[in-house]
């Protein structure tokens, strides 16, 4: 993620701000440019539009889940109606490109459940931002109302409600954004780290498998690398839970659970592949990373991918000692044997090749 300032008084602003906290200018972000631009009454005639860091305020506004999901995203009305141009509804709500992929959210009497889904949609979000960093095709249920992207956000709390991904849907149970909940979970399945975000990376890398490992070469590269994608899945997921992960699974996985079927290898790899490259993106912007390690200028190819992992590992020690001079658990706990970094690498090559 980068490193935002005001473009009307150059105050250092975060991700989810709406308002400069110095001179209380109204913002949005852009998808677009990817970065947080001021709403203006009138943008300056000549003023370069989203260029010049102002937009016009009677042309762009804030989503409409400003309140229910704290959404600082712009999006582009008509000058007559103040309604949301096409694609984004034929006059119902004004809603960027991220919440217009949530199709199933708590009801309004949820007060609870619609904390959480705030919380879930500001995951998503950075998700969505880093799809778009990396080229990724976003294609939503309005394209392709068979296999296109989607998001159901509900509570166990008050429905039955699975995690997982469903030809290009994503359920998320929103229970998992209160920490007591989420934290018992991933002591009971032996897990080193646990987090909404990392819930949609693992997630979205189950969708992007029928994108990526699209052609022979990919199929067979993908078997060579992970095993056979179609192997039995709930007697993979049977056996998982009933004799866990086989003994010595550290040396060829990233996780214990992506050692359960090929599938799931997969989505755990592609997970990690987007915290390291967010991480290195943020840490850059910051300045304790090469300025090279940005997602606006891509690492392509072999020798990409080996610098990626070569400004990572370093980065991932220094974070992990900071962290516990605070007093926490370090904030990677993985290790990356040659195995997963040559899976990762397969990641990293379909990324491009769907790019080019």
Same mark, same amino acid.
């Given at each position: 993620?980068?490193?935002?300032?005001?473009?009307?008084? @150059?105050?250092?602003?975060?991700?989810?701000?709406?308002?400069?906290?110095?001179?209380?200018?109204?913002?949005?972000? =852009?998808?677009?440019?990817?970065? !947080?631009?001021?709403?203006?009454?009138?943008?300056?005639?000549?003023?370069?539009?989203?260029?010049?860091?102002?937009?016009?305020?009677?042309?762009?506004? /804030?989503?409409?889940?400003?309140?229910? %999901?704290?959404?600082?995203?712009?999006? +582009?009305? =008509?000058?007559?109606?103040?309604?949301?141009?096409?694609?984004? $509804?034929?006059?119902?709500?004004?809603?960027?490109?991220?919440?217009?992929?949530?199709?199933?959210?708590?009801?309004? /009497?949820?007060?609870? @459940? /619609?904390?959480?889904?705030?919380?879930?949609?500001?995951?998503?979000?950075? !998700?969505?931002?880093?799809?778009?960093?990396? $080229? !990724?095709?976003?294609?939503?249920?309005?394209?392709?109302? +068979?296999? $296109?992207?989607?998001?159901?956000?509900?509570?166990?709390?008050?429905?039955?409600?699975?995690?997982?991904? #469903?030809?290009?849907?994503?359920?998320?149970?929103?229970?998992?954004?209160?920490?007591?909940?989420?934290? #018992?979970?991933?002591?009971?399945?032996?897990?080193?780290?646990?987090?909404?975000?990392?819930?949609?990376?693992?997630?979205? @890398?189950?969708?992007?498998?029928?994108?990526?490992? %699209?052609?022979?070469?990919?199929?067979?590269?993908?078997?060579?690398?992970?095993?056979?994608? =179609?192997?039995?899945?709930?007697?993979?997921?049977?056996?998982?839970?009933? #004799?866990?992960?086989?003994?010595?699974?550290?040396?060829?996985?990233? =996780?214990?659970?992506?050692?359960?079927?090929?599938?799931?290898?997969?989505?755990?790899?592609?997970?990690?592949?987007?915290?390291?490259?967010?991480?290195?993106?943020?840490?850059?912007?910051?300045?304790?990373?090469?300025?090279?390690?940005?997602?606006?200028?891509?690492?392509?190819?072999?020798? $990409?991918?080996?610098?990626?992992?070569?400004?990572?590992?370093?980065?991932?020690?220094?974070?992990?000692?900071?962290?516990?001079?605070?007093?926490?658990?370090? !904030?990677?706990?993985?290790?990356?044997?040659?195995?997963?970094?040559?899976?990762?690498?397969?990641?990293?090559?379909?990324?491009?090749? %769907?790019?080019?």
């Amino acid at each position: 993620m980068r490193d935002f300032a005001c473009p009307n008084c @150059g105050q250092q602003l975060a991700f989810e701000n709406s308002v400069c906290l110095s001179c209380s200018s109204p913002l949005g972000f =852009s998808l677009t440019l990817r970065t !947080l631009v001021v709403i203006a009454d009138f943008a300056p005639t000549g003023s370069g539009g989203q260029l010049s860091g102002v937009v016009d305020g009677r042309r762009y506004r /804030l989503c409409d889940n400003l309140h229910m %999901a704290k959404c600082n995203w712009l999006v +582009q009305v =008509s000058d007559e109606t103040g309604l949301a141009q096409a694609p984004h $509804g034929n006059g119902g709500p004004a809603l960027c490109e991220s919440c217009r992929l949530t199709r199933t959210r708590p009801n309004d /009497l949820d007060s609870a @459940g /619609l904390d959480a889904f705030a919380e879930a949609e500001a995951a998503k979000r950075r !998700l969505i931002v880093e799809l778009a960093e990396l $080229g !990724l095709p976003i294609v939503g249920r309005d394209e392709d109302p +068979q296999n $296109g992207l989607a998001f159901d956000l509900l509570s166990s709390v008050t429905d039955k409600v699975l995690t997982g991904h #469903q030809n290009g849907v994503i359920t998320l149970d929103l229970a998992e954004a209160h920490d007591p909940h989420r934290e #018992q979970l991933r002591i009971e399945m032996d897990e080193p780290y646990r987090t909404l975000l990392g819930h949609f990376r693992h997630e979205i @890398g189950h969708h992007y498998f029928a994108v990526l490992v %699209a052609d022979d070469t990919a199929r067979q590269r993908f078997r060579e690398l992970f095993g056979d994608p =179609s192997a039995d899945y709930q007697a993979a997921l049977d056996l998982h839970y009933s #004799q866990g992960a086989p003994p010595g699974w550290e040396a060829d996985y990233v =996780s214990s659970y992506a050692s359960m079927h090929a599938a799931e290898d997969w989505a755990e790899t592609f997970a990690h592949y987007l915290h390291i490259r967010d991480t290195l993106d943020t840490a850059a912007a910051f300045g304790f990373a090469p300025a090279g390690a940005t997602l606006d200028r891509p690492q392509v190819g072999r020798a $990409g991918f080996d610098k990626i992992i070569d400004l990572w590992l370093p980065l991932a020690w220094a974070l992990n000692m900071v962290n516990r001079s605070m007093g926490h658990p370090d !904030l990677y706990p993985f290790v990356l044997p040659d195995p997963v970094l040559e899976k990762m690498r397969l990641v990293h090559e379909l990324c491009a090749a %769907a790019v080019a």
